[in-house]
């Protein structure tokens, strides 16, 4: 789009931003002078799955996942579902040292 006016660009201000939603920029003068730009906004987002197989093509990788079992979907077995799990399961890994593992503090 061609250079528009301060006065010019606020008369006509929706109609430059629908122009920027499309992908177009303008330039906005003053006395003849660019001042500023409309430009359209970077849509980000997403995942840049080309850059993630070049890294990993970089490492020696070639494939992610090398195999899938055949039940990885089956039910789990009910005696694994009702077994309970233990009374530390609950307790971060910081706090489950015992004692003689943690070292004596410097007075």
Partial sequence: MSP??????????????RAAESGESTTITRN?????????????????WAAGEAYLKSLGVDRLITWV?????DPLPEDFLITPLPPEFDIPKASRRSPSKTKPRKR
């Fill in 69 to 73: 079992s055949p039940d990885f979907d």
């Fill in 4 to 17: 528009v006016s301060i006065k010019e660009g606020k008369n006509r201000f929706s109609e430059l931003v």
């Fill in 32 to 48: 003849g002078h660019p001042v500023c730009k409309i430009v359209p906004c970077e849509q980000k987002g997403g995942t840049n």
